[in-house]
């Protein structure tokens, strides 16, 4: 044999263990003993185990153990008919990373033969991110629907309503009957509140806004700050604020963002009837920064805490019920998320997680 093809065929091995290293996909491959032999980089990331943890173990190491009943059969079936059921194909499945999450994955399967041997090559696309555009999309699209319904109802609505408040507001300054009077004035006031919650419903079900605006997270909370402050001082609450970080940057709407850190930190506010402590504090994280608002309150109670993103679900005598749903809303549209800790008799907390874009 040439020494050149010696050579020739090394290179094409290294240029193959390279391109199988780098590539995002899982590459796992196993001997008819079920003993993994090859675990590139990829299933590192997607499954968590280190390749010392899994090479020359068997494979059940990493599967779930209904996965593994599956797949020992189907090994088993290959070997005594050389027939592989799904054998080109992708199929969906839930795998467990390391850690216990559950995850989807694509995988695809192929055999071959080697010294005499059998070899069986999975590979496997987590497509965690890929389901969650999915639905985000699907979500989308119902909101934009009913952003139109709502807002042709809204049309319809606010005129007799406009009608109704001009009309009692006319009354009222003519009649000098002081039950008649306050008669009016609920109607007005009623008026007033229906009309808000025709502007928060038209809020909930908008489109996102485009996300255009660069803006200093350091200066968007202390523009904030002063007039949470203010509130705190009446309410006879001490408030902190605590900036980690400089440089950091999201991209988004100022107004919309201030809206939900305004809006949170003003429950916040209103959860402690006694007096307490409001503290703001931002910090980087990686490629995100993190923004959390505390209160010392009480808490929020179990039997609610899986309802509080709900549209129309309030604790207050005079809320909508829409505006942590519109918060919500606001941050995922940023493409971050919004999510609390709380415990009963000491407090809630509430972080936001933004993307950061780079200074330039």
Sequence with gaps: MSPYYNRDQEKELNILRSAVESTNEAFITID?????????????????????????????IILSPE??????????RFLETRQLRKKGHITELVATRKNG?????????????????IYFTAVVTDISEIKHLQEKTKIME?????????????HEIKNPLMMIGGFANQLLKSISDEKSKKKLEIIINEVKRLENLLASIKEYYAPPLPTKDRID?????????????????????????NI????????????????VIINIAKNGIDAMKEGGILSIS??????????????????????IR?????????????????????????????????????EEGKGTTFTIILPIIKEN
């Design 282 to 303: 931002s910090k980087k994280e990686n490629d995100r920064v993190k923004i959390s608002i505390s209160d010392t309150g009480n808490g929020i109670p179990k039997e």
């Design 244 to 259: 980690m970080h400089e440089g950091v940057f999201v991209l988004g709407n100022e107004e919309k963002l201030k809206q």
């Design 101 to 117: 999450e559950k995850f989807p994955i694509n995988i695809s399967f192929s055999t071959f033969e080697l010294d005499g041997k």
């Design 32 to 60: 008819q003993d079920h003993k993994v032999v090859l675990y590139n980089k990829g299933a590192e990331k997607i499954f968590g185990y280190k390749a010392d943890e899994v090479l020359g173990r068997d494979l059940n």
């Design 217 to 241: 997270v350091a200066r968007l909370l202390k523009d904030i700050f002063p007039l949470l402050k203010a509130e705190c001082k009446r309410r006879n609450i001490e408030a902190k604020l």
């Design 142 to 154: 119902r909101l934009a629907l009913l952003g139109k319904v709502v807002a042709e109802i809204s």
């Design 306 to 342: 899986d309802k509080i993103f709900d549209p129309f679900f309030t604790t207050k005598t005079n809320g909508s019920g829409l505006g942590l749903g519109i918060s919500k809303k606001i941050i995922e549209d940023h493409n971050g998320k919004l999510d609390f800790v709380t």
């Design 67 to 76: 996965c593994s009943k599956n797949h020992h059969e189907a090994i088993r």
